[in-house]
């Protein structure tokens, strides 16, 4: 039932390009248009709306800080992403011309379903990203935009992620096309950038055995920081997360310009530091904030696009994803950042499929 490997998270790894293949075509029709089977929002509603909450918990809510930076570049409307336990409890701005998103693998998590309830009180549209079709998520929202991962069964998430992601980022381009605020030239080019990411992620999983190196060295480490700017640190948070989950090192996640405001004191010899540097108009500022960490004497992982090597020269080690847009780098990134957590659990002995203190779905306060 792992299909030849050890453990369903690694099995769930490798059914990534499969699953992001079937998020997207499933809603793709021929001539590139968004297919709506079933989805019921009109061009009015969406002209209608002043302002987008996304909803989720845990790794469902990185999804969502990278939906936020589509939804506002590619729709141009405000954008706020909130985890659930704390939306609920704040008496949020929402009203009927608020946009809900609820992002939920489960569609069981209770905290989730509860800000939708109180999203929906309030008057606002719901549209849901959901894993499993039936759920309570699912059942109570206005729409689902369903992520094609099949059953997820190890309790860290690595196939929902990048399914939600694919998801946000139709949800976005479905938007800003409707609004008209996005040509259609680059439209175009999205769609076509979407459709090559599957193969992509085939050719970036083939670099597993240099991320199992690049574990085997650091995995005595006891602190690891993730850093990045722009969807980057979106995608820091998500690796912090998956490392501290499974391997129980202690993880930190922090956006690259903010780290001289305090938390670059916690940064010495020896200290490792994963550096996200997908971002082509943001390269330079990463390479600066890497000569500051590297000067303290931290040890750096770069993650930067084929053909970016300058990045060479103040890092340890340099993971390259293929060259893409740089809106679509989080369903590339992220992958090595799974790998690295997968295998540093397993160089420390931990339980992967079933960490302590976790459970697969949270319906419990
Ligand atoms: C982390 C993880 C959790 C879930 C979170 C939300 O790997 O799996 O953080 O993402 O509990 O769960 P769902 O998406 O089912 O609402």
């Known amino acids: 039932e792992k299909g030849g490997y050890d453990h369903f998270m690694m099995k769930e790894i490798h059914e990534q390009p499969k699953g992001l ?21 009109t061009k009015a509603d969406i002209e209608s709306f002043n302002k987008v909450y996304i909803v989720a918990c845990g790794t469902a809510y990185h999804a969502g800080l990278v939906g936020k930076a589509a939804i506002e570049k590619m729709a141009r409307i405000p954008v706020e992403v909130d985890i659930a336990s704390e939306f609920r409890y704040r008496d949020p701005f929402v009203d009927d011309k608020t946009l809900f998103i609820a992002i939920s693998q489960s569609g069981e998590t209770l905290d989730t379903l509860a800000a939708l309830r109180e999203a929906k009180r309030k008057g606002a549209r719901i549209l849901s990203v959901v894993n499993v079709v039936g759920s309570s998520v699912a059942r109570e929202s206005d729409d689902v935009f369903y992520t094609w991962a099949g059953p997820e069964i190890a309790v860290a998430s690595t196939k929902a992620y990048t399914t939600q992601l694919m998801c946000m980022y139709l949800i976005a381009l479905y938007m800003g096309h409707t609004k008209g605020v996005i040509d259609q030239d680059y439209y175009n080019r999205f769609i076509e950038e979407l459709k090559q990411i599957p193969d992509k992620l085939e050719e970036l999983l083939k670099k597993e055995k240099d991320v199992e190196a690049i574990a085997k060295k650091y995995c005595r480490k006891e602190q690891v920081f993730f850093i990045g700017r722009g969807v980057d640190s979106g995608v820091s948070y998500e690796g912090s997360l998956k490392l501290k989950e499974i391997s129980y090192i202690n993880s930190f996640a922090i956006a690259a310009g903010e780290l001289k405001h305090g938390t670059i004191a916690l940064i010495e010899e020896g200290t490792l530091v994963f550096a996200l540097a997908t971002q082509d108009f943001l390269f330079e500022k990463m390479l600066s904030n890497i000569q500051e960490i590297k000067a303290r004497g931290a040890n750096v992982v770069g993650i930067a696009k084929e053909g970016n090597r300058e990045i060479e020269k103040q890092s340890s080690e340099v993971i390259y994803i293929p060259s893409c847009m740089d ?3 989080p369903l590339l990134s992220v992958v090595p950042l799974q790998l690295f957590a997968y295998y540093v659990a397993k160089f420390r002995g931990c339980n992967i499929d079933k960490p302590k203190n976790l459970a697969k779905s949270v319906t419990v306060e």
């Open 21 to 41: 293949y079937e998020t997207l075509m499933r809603r793709l029709n021929d001539d590139n248009t968004i297919k709506l089977d079933g989805i019921t929002m």
């Open 327 to 329: 809106e679509v780098t």
